[in-house]
């Protein structure tokens, strides 16, 4: 990197003493884990929620103030009432930051899930609002004997197809192109919703958790994660500042608490519903559709 020599060697050892590079012999060398995560050039990269919030995110949050006195979202969409979706994929190398950040932010809870859910009572798995498939990729690399589809807007699909191909699974991960406010979900044994109910209005929340319902296999499992808040919501800091990313981002999205959750799908007419902690602050709601 051609940087000027005044604050190079402070800008250097800060990444040392951070844990993002290690010094040998006066010179500066990845540690294991950047080597593994930092490299934007390996499928393990999970840098892409960095760029995403060094492009958009900390520059809409100058905005808090205005967000919390009008509660209108401070992004692409700030003065409409649109989808922020739809905004945000008009442009192509958006879409595509914003497909990989995700996979970012979400990789370590789907490598969870891989390990924590009982698969192997289950064949098949929609993954609904998949963006780059990170969740049925990680899912279908540990548990071979299941079917795995993903479930996003048309737009979607070269992105989805481009990482499923990079992590060797082209053919064994099939992408559904549709719209989850038109269209109904594809049926599946386990249906999984990661970080999507928090985008969304309390209606919106409690419809797809119904179509979720209607579009499982009896007694299939419904599965959705966020950063779920702590009941007392005084625990999960990551959670609240995430759903005042919600506020920033969206018309009407908030993040939630897992009994709030558990509510919505006992509503729908799950049972069996329960929370289980997956990694840092995300944790993943279950209910299951009586047999
Ligand atoms: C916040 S991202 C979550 C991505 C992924 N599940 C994760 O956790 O990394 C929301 C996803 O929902 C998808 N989405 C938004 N509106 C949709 C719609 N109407 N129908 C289907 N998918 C939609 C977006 O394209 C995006 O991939």
Redesign the pocket.
């Known amino acids: 990197m051609g940087l000027h020599p005044r604050g190079a060697r402070d800008f250097f050892d800060a990444l040392v003493a951070l844990g993002f590079l290690r010094r040998v012999d006066g010179k500066y060398a990845n540690t294991p884990s950047t080597e593994l995560f930092l490299d934007s050039r390996k499928p393990s990269y999970i840098g892409g929620v960095l760029e995403m919030s060094n492009h958009r995110l900390y520059g809409f949050w100058n905005h808090l103030t205005e967000a919390l006195r009008t509660g209108q979202p401070q992004n692409e969409i700030r003065t409409g009432s649109e ?1 922020p ?1 739809v905004a945000l ?1 008009a442009d192509p190398a958006r879409l595509k930051e914003f ?1 990989s950040a ?2 970012g ?2 990789h370590g809870a789907n490598v969870a899930i891989s390990e924590k859910f009982p698969w192997d009572r289950y064949r098949s798995l929609v ?5 780059q498939g ?2 049925p990729v990680t899912v279908a690399q540990r548990h071979p004997h299941l079917s795995c589809a993903g ?3 048309a737009e ?1 699909s070269p992105v989805f197809e481009e990482y499923v191909g990079t992590n060797g699974l082209a053919g064994r991960v099939a992408f559904v192109a ?5 269209d109904p979900l594809p049926p599946a044994d386990v249906i999984t ?4 109910l928090h ?1 969304w209005g309390l209606d919106e929340k409690r419809m797809l958790i119904r179509k979720a319902f209607d579009a499982l296999h009896p007694g299939g499992a419904l599965l959705v994660y966020d950063s779920i808040i702590d009941d007392d919501r005084s625990r999960n800091a990551f959670g609240l500042l995430m759903s005042l990313n919600m506020l920033i981002e969206t018309p009407a999205g908030f993040d939630y608490t897992g009994a709030d959750c558990m509510n919505w799908m006992r509503e729908a007419g799950f049972t069996g519903t329960r929370v289980e902690h997956l990694m840092g602050p995300d944790s993943m709601v279950v209910g299951v559709k009586p047999a």
Not at 178 to 182: A, L, T, V
Not at 193 to 196: C, G, K, R, V
């Open positions: 989808s979706f994929y497909l995700m996979s932010i979400s993954d609904v609002g998949t963006a990170d969740l479930f996003d807007l979607v549709g719209d989850f406010f038109k919703m990661a970080h999507i985008d």
